[in-house]
């Protein structure tokens, strides 16, 4: 398949982005706060920039969905800021900061305009996809866009593997939000980062799912006890089991958390190292 990819919209990022315990964007660039995933007929396509949400819409790099869903060709006018897709019978031209996009020849309205950033033309993935005649769906629980598209083969170059899966995400975010409800996003983040250490760590289970639910030396977390991790969680915490999962950290290696106010145990404190507060948790290495 023939590719037209322009370098300003193609670079690299720096592969120091997802350092441990600093944010995934900076202060001035919100752009991964919430990172939205991509999959066309169940592949997940990897891209080395996120999709991400803005107001209620969802912002795809635009080589991540014509690409996988096979378009002939997109060229790039650097003077116009516009990317051109053509793929069998349709042709859209978006433009940079534009709502108008032009299908055949007819201007359409979208809802939001497509945008350069971190290097890369960003589209509103559900109009351009549904305009390429396939199908979108939308995943609530892991943040995920899911396109179908009839007769479509994605390539492999384009197919990736994101290091955790859905189940991941299900059970990390419910203890999240169980754990967390009221902290600030990085609190959040953090208490995903606690069970990921776990994880990680030869004291623990191997996997999310077994470190949430770990009795060996008695029940880990209090949703266990009291049935709150079977609640449906609120997206501020999806999106921080996903921030962690990327790789976002701000309890650095630590393996408890607890809020002293109300905590009926102090071993932690007598026995661990105190790392941090963030809101009402105290970590501990």
């Known amino acids: 398949m023939k590719k037209f990819i322009l370098a300003l919209v193609f670079l690299l990022l720096s592969s120091t ?12 660039d919100t752009l991964f706060e919430t990172p939205v995933c991509l999959t066309v007929n169940g592949n997940y396509i ?8 803005e107001g209620g819409y969802t912002m795809v790099p635009i080589r991540a969905v014509t690409e996988a869903l096979r378009a002939d060709r997109i060229d790039w006018n650097e003077k116009s800021s516009t990317a051109t897709i053509t793929r069998k019978n349709t042709t859209i031209v978006l433009k940079k900061n534009n709502k108008t996009a032009v299908v055949n020849g007819k201007n359409v309205t979208m809802d939001t305009a497509s945008v350069i950033k971190a290097d890369r033309f960003y589209v509103p993935v ?14 609530a629980s892991t943040y995920t866009v899911n396109i179908t598209a009839q007769g479509v083969t994605v ?9 955790y899966t859905d189940n991941d995400i299900y059970w990390l975010s419910r203890i999240v939000n169980a754990e967390s409800q009221g902290e600030p996003m990085i609190g959040k983040i953090a208490v995903a980062n606690v069970v990921l250490n776990r994880v990680k760590s030869p004291l623990f289970a191997n996997n999310i799912y077994d470190v949430i639910f770990d009795r060996n030396y008695g029940v880990q977390f209090t949703p266990i006890l009291n049935g709150t991790i ?37 071993w932690i ?14 970590f501990y290495l």
């Open 269 to 282: 404190i007598n026995n661990r190292t105190f790392f941090r507060r963030i809101g009402n948790h105290d």
């Open 126 to 139: 559900r109009f351009v996809a549904e305009t390429l005649s396939t199908k979108v769906g939308w995943n």
């Open 17 to 28: 982005m997802f350092e441990n315990s600093r944010t995934v964007a900076n202060a001035n």
């Open 46 to 53: 990897k891209s080395d920039t996120p999709g991400y949400l």
């Open 155 to 163: 390539p492999a170059s384009m197919i990736g593997d994101r290091g």
């Open 230 to 266: 079977y609640n449906t969680p609120l997206g501020d915490s999806v999106v921080a089991a996903k921030r962690a999962l990327r790789g976002e950290n701000y309890a650095s290696e630590s393996l408890y958390f607890l809020n002293p106010r109300i905590a009926t145990s102090s």
